[in-house]
């Protein structure tokens, strides 16, 4: 019986779409598009294209631990602390143009697998801890300084 309800409603939503009754979103026209496709699929240049989004993921994966760990040191000066932080976001002083600066971790490696996305937010976020909390130790010695006042 289960088997049969489910078939049922399996059915009447592959109906209901081949009707025209609910608007097709875009992922789903895309996937459409891709399965009827008459062309040859080039796997090679897919498989080259997902290899070299990991290894961009690698090397932001790697760079931002190396930020870490330098943050991590308590011998640096503050200005070296923010010069390092500042040179993280790409805030760089006005004439010169490196580029924007990046929105997203994820930006431009979504088709990594999923252990790998978590694993650079998770990294990130450390880092954005890290930024947070030495921003709330500079606001609180400044409010006891202006209370000293």
Same mark, same amino acid.
């Given at each position: ?5 489910? *078939? ?5 939503w592959l109906k +209901?779409?081949? +009707? *025209?009754?609910?608007? +097709? ?24 294209? =997902?290899?070299? +989004? ?8 790697? *760079?931002?631990?190396?930020? =870490? ?6 011998? =640096? ?13 790409? =805030?760089?002083?006005? *004439? ?35 930024a947070i909390q ?16």
């Amino acid at each position: 019986i289960l088997s049969t309800v489910t *078939g049922v409603h399996r059915y009447k939503w592959l109906k +209901q779409n081949v +009707q *025209g009754l609910y608007p +097709q979103s875009a992922l789903l026209n895309t996937i459409v598009e891709f399965a009827l496709k008459e062309e040859p699929v080039d796997v090679e240049k897919m498989r080259k294209c =997902l290899l070299k +989004q990991l290894e961009r993921a690698e090397v932001r994966l790697e *760079g931002i631990d190396t930020i =870490l760990k330098l943050a991590a040191k308590n011998f =640096l000066l503050p200005s070296v602390q923010y010069a390092m932080f500042c040179g993280w976001q790409r =805030l760089i002083p006005e *004439g010169a143009n490196i580029g924007e600066p990046l929105t997203d971790c994820l930006k431009d490696v979504d088709l990594i697998p999923p252990f790998n996305r978590m694993l650079l937010e998770v990294t990130f976020g450390k880092l954005y801890a890290w930024a947070i909390q030495n921003v709330r130790n500079i606001l609180l010695d400044a409010n006891a300084k202006f209370k000293e006042l």
